[in-house]
Every structure is written in structure tokens, then in C-alpha cells.
């Protein structure tokens, strides 16, 4: 699908805002900094991706690229990837960094988690098997323990081990360790994270833009 050529307030933007979340102001911005990075064309590739200097220096830029491009993100059903991306991807792929309303019910809530640790687990789960590594499953915590400043890299790797063995003897205790390190399910991803505040961590500060703005 290609960029957008309407103004906000076109049904392709309203379409858009309830499949998305997005106020009709967000998606505009959100179509400006498309175009500027896809230079005017009405598709993004990896490449154009290059042009932004924080996601530059991310350690797990290469992940976070690639989710842009992976079907199972377009809330589609879909698997694979693709080599270009139009804007209705792109603005799909940015909702999973949008923190819920305020006005949303407990369920409403629950489901938009779950839909972020899904979001997270497919960005480490490069080879789509349904499962990622004690490694893999490090750089997410590190990922969203960093967010604060207050860790260090080994005290995320210690939490990420501590909380993976508390699961493991409570939830998993007739799987070897060995076996559960190297096979980690959606499943137990979900209970690793349970009560990690993966609203405020996830964000789009990679883009250059104004977070809160964004996403009031």
C-alpha cells in the first residue's frame, strides 16, 4: 500500500486512527516523518533507515529494522517478510510503541500488554521458530532496564537470569535448565515480564520525535 496523498480527516486517516490508535494530528506528523525518511516516495525500505542517527547507535538496531518489515507486525495474520512498506505498515508497526489510553478498561489494557510483549518477542525471534534464547531474551530486558539509567549491563543480565529461574523452578521444573534457556516459548516470556512497566519503555525516541507529544 502506498503513502498517503490525503489531509487529515480523509477516511483513509480515520480508517487509519481506529485501527491504529493515533489521533488524526499524530497520523499527520507521523505521514510527514514517513515521507521524509522514504524521500517522498510512497514506500520505505531498510535502507532508508540509515538516515536516522540514534537508531544508528542502538544495540539492537538490526531487530528493530527488521520489525518494520515483518508481517507478523501488520496485524495481519501474515509471516515472512517484505521488502518495502507502505504507510499504513509503518503507522501499524509505530502503534506498538503508542502507551494505552488512560481510559481503557482493566481487559483493554491486558490485551494492548500482551500485544507489546508480542510485539518484542517477534523482534528477537528472527527465525520465527516460537521460541528465543537466554541470550535473546537478556537484550529485551536490557533493552527495557536501560530505559531508566539506573542499571548497568550486569545487574540487567543478573535480574533477566533471577527472574528466568524463579519461572523455571515454579512454572517449568521437570524441563532441564539447559533446555528452557534455549527454548524460551511467548509463554514463558510473558511470565519473565510479568510487572515490567513495558508502557513507558517502549517508545519511538529512535525516530527524533517527541514521545509524549505523540502520544498523549
Known amino acids: 500500500?502506498?503513502?498517503?496523498?490525503?489531509?487529515?480527516?480523509?477516511?483513509?486517516?480515520?480508517?487509519?486512527?481506529?485501527?491504529?490508535?493515533?489521533?488524526?494530528?499524530?497520523?499527520?506528523?507521523?505521514?510527514?516523518?514517513?515521507?521524509?525518511?522514504?524521500?517522498?516516495?510512497?514506500?520505505?525500505?531498510?535502507?532508508?533507515?540509515?538516515?536516522?542517527?540514534?537508531l544508528a547507535c542502538n544495540p539492537i538496531r538490526s531487530q528493530i529494522v527488521e520489525a518494520f518489515f515483518d508481517r507478523r507486525n501488520f496485524r495481519r495474520n501474515g509471516e515472512g517478510t517484505v521488502q518495502e512498506i507502505g504507510f499504513e505498515e509503518f503507522l501499524v508497526v509505530m502503534s506498538h510503541f503508542r502507551p494505552p489510553s488512560l481510559h481503557m478498561t482493566e481487559e483493554q489494557r491486558e490485551s494492548i500488554r500482551r500485544e507489546k510483549l508480542r510485539f518484542l518477542f517477534n523482534m528477537h525471534d528472527t527465525d520465527n521458530d516460537g521460541t528465543i534464547t537466554l541470550e535473546e531474551y537478556r537484550h529485551?530486558?536490557?533493552?527495557?532496564?536501560?530505559?531508566?539509567?539506573?542499571?548497568?549491563?550486569?545487574?540487567?543480565?543478573?535480574?533477566?537470569?533471577?527472574?528466568?529461574?524463579?519461572?523455571?523452578?515454579?512454572s517449568m521444573g521437570h524441563m532441564e535448565p539447559d533446555e528452557f534457556y534455549e527454548g524460551i516459548t511467548f509463554e514463558h516470556f510473558l511470565k519473565l515480564l510479568k510487572g515490567f512497566d513495558i508502557e513507558s519503555r517502549m517508545n519511538i525516541r529512535f525516530l527524533n520525535m517527541d514521545t509524549p507529544t505523540l502520544c498523549k
Open 140 to 170: 529485551v530486558v536490557e533493552e527495557l532496564l536501560s530505559r531508566s539509567g539506573a542499571l548497568g549491563k550486569e545487574t540487567a543480565k543478573g535480574i533477566a537470569d533471577a527472574a528466568m529461574l524463579e519461572v523455571a523452578s515454579i
Open 1 to 54: 500500500m502506498g503513502a498517503l496523498q490525503s489531509i487529515p480527516g480523509e477516511p483513509e486517516y480515520l480508517d487509519l486512527a481506529e485501527k491504529t490508535g493515533f489521533s488524526l494530528e499524530q497520523i499527520g506528523v507521523l505521514h510527514k516523518r514517513f515521507k521524509q525518511l522514504s524521500h517522498n516516495e510512497e514506500t520505505l525500505q531498510r535502507d532508508d533507515f540509515n538516515t536516522i542517527p540514534d
